[in-house]
């Protein structure tokens, strides 16, 4: 399983971005993939996460702000990504627990 990860860059703090995964490969299932991201010095976080059964968890800090959806038909993952912070900065993976694979990285910095 190969995922692709795109859609950063360096945005002033309000904007917006919309990161893409897409999946290539022998992958099972798009449908409990995520988005992880990792700031400078920080541990990796889960952003949000596709859950079996079509629930999504969220991160308490974009709740409201940031929405994942996804294309099966693309395998495609989506992070639409609005009002953007200083502290949403960092680089951006995503994941597919299934195949344990993981996205390469895109970078977004959010300046105030």
């Known amino acids: 399983v190969q995922l692709q990860a795109s859609g950063g860059g360096s945005v002033q703090a309000g904007a917006f971005l919309r990161l893409s995964c897409a999946a290539s490969g022998n992958i099972f299932s798009i449908n409990t993939m995520g988005w992880y991201r990792q700031a400078p010095g920080k541990q990796r976080e889960l952003v949000a996460g596709l859950v079996t059964g079509g629930y999504i968890n969220y991160a308490e800090s974009v709740k409201g702000r940031f929405t994942i959806s996804r294309d099966n038909a693309k395998k495609t993952v989506y992070l639409q990504m609005n009002s953007l912070k200083p502290e949403d900065t960092g680089v951006y993976y995503c994941?597919?627990?299934?195949?344990?694979?993981w996205g390469q990285g895109t970078q977004v910095t959010v300046s105030s």
């Open positions: 994941h597919d627990p299934i195949s344990r694979s």
